[in-house]
T-cell receptor, first 111, second 113 residues
Framework: QKEVEQNSGPLSVPEGAIASLNCTYS??????FFWYRQYSGKSPELIMF????GDKEDGRFTAQLNKASQYVSLLIRDSQPSDSATYLC???????????FGAGTILRVKS | SQTIHQWPATLVQPVGSPLSLECTVE??????LYWYRQAAGRGLQLLFY??????ISSEVPQNLSASRPQDRQFILSSKKLLLSDSGFYLC????????????FGPGTRLTVL
């Protein structure tokens, strides 16, 4: 059974700072990784996915994957109060097109 | 473009009453469909998923059931609700770019009293 671990937080950062969210996974064979953002009372929305080792950048968001160490990170540059949300990491299961979700990290950006 | 709908948005039901939540997807065909539940302050729990009409896989044995009567319609049901069934119910589907990428509907918030 795959496991995905995230620090529940809350992670508090000042406005304009870099927020760093981390996720570790148990299955060394995992090939793809997803980051979702969930505002309070709303459904999760996909932010980024990453398949290859290294960094993937999309606007203020950067996903970093290190397969050897089995962790994936999400960096948010120039954090804004509107980034305050719960961030979920997800990894596909080996069969059945299913995702295993971490419990999520609460991010609070203070103005 | 693809759109996913869920209704109702909110629901308050007494213990022991039946339940029917509906999810429909537009703009795609033969999607994989998923039902999740999120209890207050908790993570996502996969309840059911379906790869085609009439094909349902159950992840957690409980008093809920799911059906897929049409290609883009997914229904979550219960004959008798329990207090523990309260939560945020999310439907999701896989996108066309990569079959693992799931997109979520707006959700149904269920309160069982």
């Amino acid at each position: 059974q795959k496991e995905v671990e995230q620090n529940s937080g809350p992670l508090s950062v000042p406005e304009g700072a870099i927020a760093s969210l981390n996720c570790t996974y148990s299955d060394r064979g995992s090939q793809s990784f997803f980051w979702y953002r969930q505002y309070s009372g709303k459904s999760p929305e996909l932010i980024m996915f990453i398949y290859s080792n290294g960094d993937k950048e999309d606007g203020r968001f950067t996903a970093q994957l290190n397969k050897a160490s089995q962790y994936v990170s999400l960096l948010i540059r120039d954090s804004q109060p509107s980034d305050s949300a719960t961030y979920l990491c997800a990894v596909p299961m080996e069969y059945g097109n299913k995702l295993v979700f971490g419990a999520g990290t609460i991010l609070r950006v203070k103005s | 473009s693809q759109t996913i709908h869920q209704w109702p948005a909110t629901l308050v039901q007494p213990v022991g009453s039946p339940l029917s939540l509906e999810c429909t997807v537009e703009g795609t065909s033969n999607p994989n469909l998923y039902w999740y539940r999120q209890a207050a302050g908790r993570g996502l729990q996969l309840l059911f998923y379906s790869v085609g009409i009439g094909q349902i896989s159950s992840e957690v044995p409980q008093n809920l059931s799911a059906s897929r009567p049409q290609d883009r319609q997914f229904i979550l049901s219960s004959k008798k609700l329990l207090l523990s069934d309260s939560g945020f119910y999310l439907c999701a589907w896989t996108g066309t770019g990569h079959t693992d990428t799931q997109y979520f509907g707006p959700g149904t918030r269920l309160t069982v009293l």
